[in-house]
């Protein structure tokens, strides 16, 4: 369960924003997969919001929805701006909010030190008790998949969680065909091109198309939420 006390204590959006460039944001661990070492993601975050525009069908039924009885008015977000995911989806989420005239908080995932662990550790990260509350269960396995966007009405009932990415971005196949070894090429040769070609994915128009596929996901689980009364 979430509190109206514990939900408060996450950051806004800005206040995010503000949080990712601080010395006590970049001194923590990254994943692995960027050596560990954080950047100032701020600027990317910013802009991607800036450019982020919802249609105004999306807007409409964001509005319709918050009017609802049982309406989203809540939003709970955990992300760490090293996941390109996060990078991608957060700022959308910012936009849903505000569309929808609902609250929103951010939580980091991990505390000092990145956690490749399946469930998190209290004793590691200060907002473990969240996390452990979204793990993402898939081929018998357990992660903890970011970014979290859980919605809430106004009194704090579960409606709906959005995990990692939209269902029709198929990550794993096109991450394991992007960084796939090339003919001739030795191993460091292959892991710096994959990570060219990942980071080019990133700037392409693609990125994009699975942020409005995120927009697009969320209302329509929470519209069938409210109109069926359950997700299955």
Known sequence: ?????????????????????????????????GGNKREDRAPLLRQWHADTRLSDAQVGALKWLATQPKGPAKVLVISEEWSSDCRRDVPVCQRIAEAGGMELRIFPRDGERFSAAPEPDPGESPNADLMRQFLNRKDGKTFQSIPIAAFYTRDFEHLYTYTEFPAIYHKDRLLAAVRAPRAGETPEQTKERGARDFLALQRSPFFRVWADAAVDEIVAALHERLIVGSLA
Do not use: C, H, I, W
């Open 1 to 33: 369960m979430v509190t109206a006390q514990r939900f408060a204590q996450g950051m806004t959006f800005e206040q995010y924003l503000a949080f990712v460039a601080t010395p006590e944001n970049l001194k923590r661990e990254a994943s692995s997969l």
